[in-house]
T-cell receptor
Framework: DGGITQSPKYLFRKEGQNVTLSCEQNLNHDAMYWYRQDPGQGLRLIYYSQIVNDFQKGDIAEGYSVSREKKESFPLTVTSAQKNPTAFYLC???????????FGAGTRLSVL | AQSVTQLDSQVPVFEEAPVELRCNYSSSVSVYLFWYVQYPNQGLQLLLKYLSGSTLVKGINGFEAEFNKSQTSFHLRKPSVHISDTAEYFCAVGTSNTGKLIFGQGTTLQVKP
């Protein structure tokens, strides 16, 4: 079945550690997105990529990094510079920027 | 810049009653509008979208929404809710020149038996 796969489902980060969240899609979508979700704040855009080897910062990019080396993959690294990383992270993709986005099931990141 | 405001953070309603979840937006250009649903610990699923054409949009699970340009609103309605509709609902707005969606803060629909 086509879809978006995020892994792991749960992730724990130690102080000073970088962690990477995986997002893979087999929908042949060009655009991919990373959102952060905190209670009562909706979804906030971290980074997005409209084409391979290109990506743009969203509204809260500080402390995060991404790469888009393959069309199917858009991993997100939460660096040690992100001082409050505890949140639910959602990856999405769309055929183009004008249409609806398809979401993965999310990764819940907590700090040990 | 665009923005989205969901006017209610929580909406409690009894089963089989009608419900309306309110969404207002602001934008200086033409917009595309979306409603998504999120069940606990899951991703978002598209309910319906307005791109152009008829202002009354029908979606999945019996939901519909009406685009009102003069009032800059896109309220979501369902004539009779079920317990299974209990979830968080997000309104989102996009434009052709930004390549991204702006989400509202979400409305929690609580359907009581």
């Amino acid at each position: 079945d086509g879809g978006i796969t995020q892994s792991p489902k749960y992730l724990f980060r130690k102080e000073g550690q970088n962690v990477t969240l995986s997002c893979e899609q087999n929908l042949n979508h060009d655009a991919m997105y990373w959102y952060r979700q905190d209670p009562g704040q909706g979804l906030r855009l971290i980074y997005y990529s409209q084409i391979v080897n290109d990506f743009q910062k969203g509204d809260i990019a500080e402390g995060y990094s991404v790469s888009r080396e393959k069309k199917e993959s858009f991993p997100l690294t939460v660096t040690s510079a992100q001082k409050n990383p505890t949140a639910f992270y959602l990856c999405a993709s769309s055929k183009d920027s004008l249409l609806n986005q398809y979401f993965g099931a999310g990764t819940r990141l907590s700090v040990l | 810049a665009q923005s989205v405001t969901q006017l209610d953070s929580q909406v409690p309603v009894f089963e089989e009653a009608p419900v309306e979840l309110r969404c207002n937006y602001s934008s200086s250009v033409s917009v595309y509008l979306f409603w998504y649903v999120q069940y606990p610990n899951q991703g978002l699923q598209l309910l319906l979208k307005y791109l152009s054409g008829s202002t009354l949009v029908k979606g999945i699970n019996g939901f519909e929404a009406e685009f009102n340009k003069s009032q800059t609103s896109f309220h979501l309605r369902k004539p009779s809710v079920h317990i299974s509709d209990t979830a968080e609902y997000f309104c989102a707005v996009g434009t052709s020149n930004t390549g991204k969606l702006i989400f509202g803060q979400g409305t929690t629909l609580q359907v009581k038996p």
